[in-house]
């Protein structure tokens, strides 16, 4: 075994050329959304676009059939790497989710009825959930659910009673997304098999920690994507049991999924081409197989070093007293939910934000499990072997500041500035672009907003209620209005995290104490501009904004 070097490694993806291992420029942590690209994928894209490319199975060209053999080469590597017996049961799809809702689809919706069971685990990703309802609400059959153990893995124990003779699919992932721990699939998948239920594996999460063998799994169905495993977006793998796939009929219909058309019959295509409608992402699927490669290059060593990387960041984030687990023990891949008690998550995903590292912080497409745990949400870190201990350090240090700053500043009377001053100043639309306007770089900005968070008053529990929910925000935000003599407007407004009453009192620093005439002309687009706010905001915040000001618009109108 060799000695992996984790900088070398980096190396390979352009992604981090200009940022420094634990420099506060670009801490990715987030791979388990979707990984970087190493240099060989993205030529591999860029030489097909500009010198192969043609579409595949249909020019009676060199051009074209260079890509067709390509593409079905392409095919023979994932093949070769999930252990799959035949090349006709690997069907390209667009990723995890279509491929599970080929199956959801084509099997579920026609072998289905009343009186059958789906059996699902709490840690499934919604895109094995919502299919799987769906096929259950069409057909009469029922969805029974796998409970998970303390340490967040599907508890076997259970298996004997849930797994029965109405059971006839069972849906569960290789790797959850959210807890990050290998669940017992082998298990699982021999007691489907006493009762003749089939057997689907998302492996969305596994790809790219685990060597996958489809037959040693002996599963009918194995789902993932190639975004997860440093290929491209947009493409994905359908492993099914040849006698399955047969047995199935075709999920979408067009070119390349039949042999002849009439003008009254079709007969279909040969497996794998009968689940493959239209033209397909044939760059990405021949990326896919280059990120295969580059994957393969690395032995043993690869993995000893990501087990390296997850018990050192575990242990660094448990001399965090604040940082509170979703499960118990250190998760088996680097992916790791937490809270941090006392503050919301979005204020501390942002706040990492602000120093330049990458966190997911929400439900990450797992509400039921969100509600079996119950929490609201949790931030996740999830790490690559392009990460670094370096980076994690940099990590830990700047959320121990975030958690102590919250706390020690904690004076609600006057307006705090960027640079620490304490300033007594009226709340208005020109003093705060005044207070913004030497602020350079979205982590001052960031912090200007936190202070100001602290000058929202708390609103009364009556006044959170329903009526006042600004629907579109990413944290439950709420608003009040009342009108004055002088036909003004003055509205209060409260939320759970800091960073929207932060922004929350930028934007009613610009309404309060106007008339509607006023507020209906005001340019909050401007506004946002100068003060440097909307390159900065991701889309899910900029929607929050863009709520807060409709339903201030649109209260305004109808009072
Ligand atoms: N299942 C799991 C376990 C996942 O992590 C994801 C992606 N977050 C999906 C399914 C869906 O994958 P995709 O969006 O690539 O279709």
């Given at each position: 075994m060799n000695v992996f070097d984790p900088f070398a490694f980096r190396q390979?993806?352009?992604?981090?050329?200009?940022n420094e291992a634990g420099s506060a420029a670009s801490i990715y942590f987030d791979s388990a959304a979707t990984t970087q690209k190493p240099q060989v994928v993205i030529d591999c894209l860029n030489n097909f676009y500009q010198q192969q490319n043609a579409n595949v199975?249909?020019?009676?060209?060199q051009l074209s059939a260079a890509a067709t053999s390509q593409f079905e080469q392409a095919r023979v590597v994932l093949q070769a790497f999930i252990n799959a017996p035949s090349i006709q049961e690997v069907i390209w799809t667009k990723g995890t989710t279509e491929a599970i809702n080929l199956v959801a689809t084509s099997w579920g919706l026609n072998n289905l009825k009343k009186g059958d069971e789906i059996l699902l685990s709490y840690a499934e990703h919604h895109a094995n959930f919502v299919p799987w309802q769906v096929v259950a609400q069409k057909t009469g059959a029922t969805i029974s659910v796998l409970p998970l153990t303390r340490t967040g893995i599907i508890d076997t124990s259970k298996l004997n009673s849930l797994v029965?003779?109405?059971?006839?699919i069972v849906c569960c992932s290789h790797v959850s997304n959210v807890i990050g721990k290998l669940n017992p699939i082998e298990k699982i998948i021999a007691r489907a098999k006493q009762v003749g239920a089939l057997t689907l594996i998302d492996g969305a999460q596994a790809i790219a920690h685990y060597a996958i063998d489809v037959q040693a799994f002996d599963c009918d169905f194995y789902v993932f994507s190639a975004h997860k495993a440093y290929g491209p977006m947009g493409v994905g793998v359908l492993y099914g049991r040849k006698s399955l796939l047969n047995a199935m009929s075709p999920y979408q219909l067009g070119g390349e999924m039949i042999k002849k058309v009439s003008l009254t019959e079709t007969t279909y295509n040969d497996l794998p081409f009968k689940f493959e409608a239209g033209t397909p992402n044939v760059a990405g699927c021949i990326a896919f197989a280059k990120a295969i490669y580059f994957l393969k290059q690395f032995d043993e060593s690869l993995n000893v070093y990501e087990q390296q990387l997850v018990q050192y960041c575990y242990q660094a984030l448990k001399t965090i007293p604040q940082v509170r687990f979703l499960v118990e023990e250190c998760p088996d891949i680097g992916i790791f939910s937490f809270t941090v008690a006392g503050h919301h998550n979005q204020d501390i995903a942002s706040g990492l934000d602000s120093f330049g590292i990458a966190v997911r912080n929400g439900h990450h497409c797992a509400m039921p499990l969100m509600e079996y745990l119950k929490v609201t949400g949790s931030i996740r870190l999830s790490l690559a072997p392009y990460n670094t201990q370096a980076e994690i350090d940099f990590f830990i240090d700047t959320l121990k500041k975030i958690i102590t700053n919250y706390q020690l500043s904690t004076d609600k009377r006057v307006l705090i500035t960027a640079s620490g001053n304490e300033k007594s100043m009226t709340i208005n639309s020109d003093n705060i672009l005044a207070l913004f306007s030497s602020l350079k770089g979205w982590d001052a900005r960031h912090r200007q907003i936190m202070l100001l968070s602290k000058k929202l008053t708390k609103l009364a529990p009556e006044q959170r209620s329903q009526k006042n929910l600004i629907t579109g925000c990413e944290s439950k935000a709420w608003l009040n209005v009342s009108k004055t003599v002088e036909n003004t407007y003055i509205f209060t407004a409260d939320s759970e995290a800091k960073i929207i009453k932060g922004l929350l009192v930028i934007v009613l620093a610009a309404f309060n104490d106007k008339t509607a005439e006023q507020i209906l002309a005001f340019n909050i687009e401007d506004y946002f501009k100068k003060l440097g706010l909307l390159s900065h905001l991701s889309p899910s915040r900029s929607n929050g904004l863009n709520a807060i000001v409709k339903k201030i618009k649109s209260t305004v109108k109808e009072l």
């Open positions: 390979c993806f352009p992604f981090f050329n200009d199975h249909r020019g009676s060209y029965n003779e109405r059971t006839r």
